[in-house]
T-cell receptor, first 115, second 114 residues
């Protein structure tokens, strides 16, 4: 079964510092991977996704992620954190269940940004 | 327009009440989803509708009853819920083109069962 593991339930950074949120996947087939962000009391918003092709994926709000097959990783980065980046971040892998897409989410990482 | 709307935003109900959650999208998406999200946890899939037909039911108790009246609308009927059903209920939609689909989420309905 496909799954993702997010290392670190909380990550704290200072404003302007590098953001690195870790995600490792387990899959017997080429995975399709997603990063979603959830702001307090809101739904999930897609940041970026990897399907095929270029392994460095650029998303919204200055985020990017690199698919590394050798490391089974899909870590999310942003060069300079803003206060507005404080949120919960979920990594997910897409699976097909009886012909329909099912997203399997990691446990989430809460990003805290201090001034 | 990439918006999924959900009503109500908040709902408080007793264990004997009957209530409904509503979800709407106008993106022409053919798949719609209900998720349940407990505090500090990831979303858990409950149901998937494809072309207005129930395609996946993740062994959800019968006190939750989904309905898809048309391609733009998805309801979740609630009856005889338990306090442990209190959670954020998220609706999502996608084009239903396979496992590279992007699911677009609504803001959710925060349900409290007393």
């Amino acid at each position: 079964a496909q799954s993702v593991t997010q290392l670190g339930s909380h990550v704290s950074v200072s404003e302007g510092a590098l953001v690195l949120l870790r995600c490792n996947y387990s899959s017997s087939v080429p995975p399709y991977l997603f990063w979603y962000v959830q702001y307090p009391n809101q739904g999930l918003q897609l940041l970026l996704k990897y399907t095929t092709g270029a392994t460095l994926v650029k998303g919204i709000n200055g985020f990017e992620a690199e698919f590394k097959k050798s490391e089974t990783s899909f870590h999310l980065t942003k060069p300079s954190a803003h206060m507005s980046d404080a949120a919960e971040y979920f990594c997910a892998v897409s699976t097909m269940n009886t012909g329909f897409q099912k997203l399997v989410f990691g446990t989430g990482t809460r990003l805290l940004v201090s001034p | 327009d990439t918006e999924v709307t959900q009503t109500p935003k908040h709902l408080v109900m007793g264990m004997t009440n009957k209530k409904s959650l509503k979800c709407e999208q106008h993106m022409g998406h053919r798949a719609m989803y209900w998720y349940k999200q407990k505090a500090k946890k990831p979303p858990e899939l409950m149901f998937v509708y494809s072309y207005e037909k129930l395609s996946i039911n993740e062994s959800v108790p019968s006190r939750f009853s989904p309905e898809c009246p048309n391609s733009s609308l998805l309801n979740l009927h609630l009856h005889a819920l338990q306090p442990e059903d209190s959670a954020l209920y998220l609706c999502a939609s996608s084009q239903d083109t396979g496992d590279t689909d992007t699911q677009y989420f609504g803001p959710g309905t925060r349900l409290t069962v007393l």
